[in-house]
């Protein structure tokens, strides 16, 4: 089991991908209704990182997570946006229930 701290860190790169995947598809996005949209769950996204940073320190992307970034917006163009954006709700449900059980376990404080 990862300790505390790393888990911090997971959740904070994790958070800055998900700011920047929802960036870089707020820049692709013709639409200006949609376009505004993504780039407040990136501007979200990136008020979780900053939540996550205090707590595990700064962290970057690394260059895999630079390829996995790429490799998405790939699969955007390629599978489109409706599935894009269903596979980025699915994880975010996924790293809630992590977030659940972190609290539950005592080792984050509520407020």
């Given at each position: 089991m990862a300790s505390t701290d790393e888990q911090f860190r997971k959740y904070a790169l994790d958070?800055?991908?998900?700011s920047a995947?929802?960036?870089?598809?707020a820049?692709?996005?013709?639409?200006?209704?949609?376009?505004?949209a993504i780039?407040?769950?990136?501007?979200?996204e990136y008020g979780?990182?900053?939540?996550?940073?205090?707590?595990?320190?700064?962290?970057?992307?690394?260059?895999l997570d630079r390829l996995r970034l790429r490799l998405a917006l790939l699969s955007?163009?390629?599978?489109?946006?409706?599935?894009?954006?269903?596979?980025?709700?699915?994880?975010e449900k996924s790293v809630i229930g992590e977030y659940r059980h972190l609290l539950s376990s005592g080792n984050l404080a509520p407020d």
């Open positions: 958070e800055l991908f998900d995947l929802y960036r870089e598809l820049k692709r996005e013709k639409d200006p209704r949609n376009r505004a780039e407040e769950l990136s501007r979200e979780h990182y900053l939540f996550w940073s205090r707590l595990s320190g700064p962290v970057s992307l690394s260059a955007g163009r390629v599978l489109g946006k409706v599935f894009t954006v269903k596979l980025l709700e699915r994880h």
